[in-house]
């Protein structure tokens, strides 16, 4: 799936409203991750970054086989790195500017990890269905990420089987507490950067609930693996 297809989709649902956030062309990962916290009150942290040795990019980690070079903490105590700051942020990507911008779940919101073919699917039937949603990141990992409230990694499990599946049976999982999340423009090596399916503005500051977006992801999931 290209990323001209995302965008198209991303015009589709996110409507005419310019975004704040994401004004990320030329700009750097330090501003961003700045307004980030500044504007939109997520917490923040670095994590590793990619450095070209013979030219080819190799994730800071040191790891050649890294599963996602650039694109992961950069330390153990991460969680007590993050910060809502945006004077901290600053300082923080100061010391490393190319530093990926990392998002910790579970404390702002959570989010619903998906394919990226049963997420556009989903995305689709949700914009018929007039729901409302939140920001969507599509990454490169073929992976999309529906933001909503705390809490989601706990109720999931449960609004699953309630409508008939296995959670076992769904590529489908909610991240919160003592996970994370990679942030626009942060790139995961030479495989692109993580962008959204649906911008963050002022129309979407308020976050749904999982229970309001289950059912289209899950029916979207099931149809997926079915294929």
């Given at each position: 799936m290209?990323?001209?297809?995302?965008?198209?989709?991303?015009?589709?649902?996110?409507?005419?409203?310019?975004?704040?956030?994401?004004?990320?062309?030329?700009?750097?990962?330090?501003?961003?991750?700045?307004r980030y916290a500044e504007e939109r009150h997520w917490d923040v942290f670095p994590g590793t970054w990619l450095e070209a040795v013979d030219g080819v990019q190799h994730c800071s980690c040191g790891n050649t086989a890294c599963a996602t070079p650039?694109?992961?903490p950069a330390r153990e105590d991460w969680a007590t790195q993050?910060?809502?700051?945006?004077?901290?942020?600053?300082?923080?990507?100061?010391?490393?500017?190319t530093a990926s911008i990392l998002l910790p779940t579970g404390r702002t919101f959570d989010t619903i990890d998906v394919p990226?073919?049963?997420?556009?699917?989903?995305?689709?039937?949700?914009?018929?269905?007039?729901?409302?949603?939140?920001?969507?990141?599509?990454?490169?990992?073929?992976r999309m990420h529906f933001f909503v409230l705390p809490g989601a990694s706990?109720?999931?499990?449960?609004?699953?089987?309630?409508?008939?599946?296995?959670?076992?049976?769904?590529?489908?999982?909610a991240l919160g507490e003592g996970e994370y999340?990679?942030?626009p423009p942060t790139r995961?090596?030479?495989?692109?950067?993580?962008?959204?399916?649906?911008?963050p503005t002022s129309?979407?500051?308020?976050?749904?609930?999982?229970?309001?977006?289950?059912s289209p992801l899950a029916y979207a999931c099931g149809r997926d693996g079915r294929r």
């Open positions: 290209s990323a001209r297809v995302v965008f198209i989709v991303e015009e589709t649902i996110a409507g005419p409203e310019a975004a704040q956030i994401p004004k990320q062309r030329g700009e750097s990962l330090l501003d961003t991750a700045v650039g694109a992961h993050a910060t809502g700051s945006a004077t901290v942020a600053r300082r923080l990507w100061s010391t490393q500017p990226e073919t049963a997420g556009l699917l989903a995305l689709a039937r949700m914009e018929r269905m007039d729901l409302t949603l939140g920001p969507v990141t599509w990454t490169p990992d073929r706990v109720k999931v499990p449960d609004l699953v089987r309630k409508l008939g599946w296995s959670p076992l049976s769904l590529d489908l999982r999340v990679a942030a995961y090596g030479s495989r692109g950067a993580v962008q959204w399916a649906r911008r129309a979407n500051r308020w976050l749904p609930d999982a229970e309001e977006l289950i």
